[in-house]
Each structure stands twice: as C-alpha cells, then as structure tokens.
T-cell receptor, first 112, second 113 residues
Framework: DPKIIQKPKYLVAVTGSEKILICEQY?????MYWYRQSAKKPLEFMFSYSYQKLMDNQTASSRFQPQSSKKNHLDLQITALKPDDSATYFC???????????FGPGTRLTVL | GDSVTQTEGQVALSEEDFLTIHCNYSASGYPALFWYVQYPGEGPQFLFRASRDKEKGSSRGFEATYNKETTSFHLQKASVQESDSAVYYCALGENQGGRALIFGTGTTVSVSP
C-alpha cells in the first residue's frame, strides 16, 4: 500500500485559475514538505511543516499556500496559475526535523 | 548559500561495470549528506545518509563515504545491473536552522545488458 498519497497524479489548468494539490502520508511522520521539479531546475524545496506548523518557506510567491488540516495532511493551494508553474510537485515527510525524507509519487501540473 | 555539485550529468555503463558518481558540497560545519534515486514517473527514493566525517552510508550495494577534507560524498557500486538505470541525486540537509534538502542536478545512469 502506498505510504504517501498525492492526488491527482496529473493536472491540467488554465492560466489564472486556482488548483489544490493533495498530500496524505501514512508513515506516522511529524514533518511534511513540498518540493518542485521542473526542466529548468532540479528538485527545489518549497515548504516545511512540523506538527502542522509552518517552519520554512522558500517560495518567493504568495500564490503558493500550504494547508494542513490534519497532522498527516499537507495540501498545496496555487492561485493565479502561470505557465511557469508547470512542474511536478512532490510531497515528502520525515519522522522528525532533519531526518531523511520520503517522497510521494508527485502531481504533474501543466498550465496552459 | 549551501550547495551540491554533481559532476556527471549522464553515465552510460554495461552490466557488471563499476559505477562512480561524484558529489561535492559547499556548506559550513557538518551537514547531513544523502543519496536518492529516482525512477521514471516516481518520486525520489531515499538510499542512505551520512552525518559525520568518515562515516560510510550504504544500501542495495551502493555506498558513499563522508569526506570533510575534500567536501565529497561520492556514490559507488561495484557491479551495476540494468535495473540500476535511474537518476541519482546527491543532497545535503541545511545546516543553519533550515529543514530543506538541497539537491544536486542529478546524474542519469543508463546500464545496458
């Protein structure tokens, strides 16, 4: 059974729209993260959460907003989508801060 | 800021060849170092980590030794198989309060039978 679930696997959006990427982990981990992978940049850290609190934010744009409704959930809301937002977004989790991180299968977002 | 450099962008090997992927880092102190492997259509998979000078990490026949003097964490495998074809990423854990993993640009390994 998959331990980190990301939904949907593929997502197509139009410029200016808003989408929510879903992430759930069933590893019992306390920390969760979002990363982005595109052709222009390798794996790029975006956010980290620990016990549902935002710990680090390395995303310059406020259009990206993480949302944690439960300890094992960390969704990513993206507003005013741009074609440059096209990428694969990975959710990850770790037992505690600074431990090895385990990644989900990713959501591939295409913005037209 | 902290950074990771992987020298090889692509490596082509035959089965049973010896694999080396070079990884050098730039960071203060003793950052944790990691190797991840990514297969097509999947997220990166954790291979192993090392946190101290001269510590060896290993998994699935792969190994790397933390070298503070040369700021390196080179990945090696003695005898590769076709199933080892994937993209390999070296990463470091931020040392100054952050929790981000900083990844290198990745090395695509292609193993032919």
């Amino acid at each position: 059974d998959p331990k980190i679930i990301q939904k949907p696997k593929y997502l197509v959006a139009v410029t200016g729209s808003e989408k929510i990427l879903i992430c759930e982990q069933y590893l019992g981990h306390n920390a969760m993260y979002w990363y982005r992978q595109s052709a222009k940049k390798p794996l790029e850290f975006m956010f980290s959460y620990s016990y549902q609190k935002l710990m680090d934010n390395q995303t310059a744009s406020s259009r990206f907003q993480p949302q944690s409704s439960k300890k094992n959930h960390l969704d990513l809301q993206i507003t005013a989508l741009k074609p440059d937002d096209s990428a694969t977004y990975f959710c990850a989790s770790s037992q505690y801060n600074y431990a090895e991180q385990f990644f989900g299968p990713g959501t591939r977002l295409t913005v037209l | 800021g902290d950074s990771v450099t992987q020298t090889e962008g692509q490596v082509a090997l035959s089965e049973e060849d010896f694999l080396t992927i070079h990884c050098n880092y730039s960071a203060s102190g003793y950052p944790a170092l990691f190797w991840y492997v990514q297969y097509p259509g999947e997220g990166p998979q954790f291979l192993f980590r090392a946190s101290r000078d001269k510590e060896k990490g290993s998994s699935r026949g792969f190994e790397a030794t933390y070298n503070k003097e040369t700021t390196s964490f080179h990945l090696q495998k003695a005898s590769v198989q076709e199933s080892d074809s994937a993209v390999y990423y070296c990463a470091l854990g931020e040392n100054q309060g952050g929790r981000a993993l900083i990844f290198g640009t990745g090395t695509t390994v292609s193993v032919s039978p």
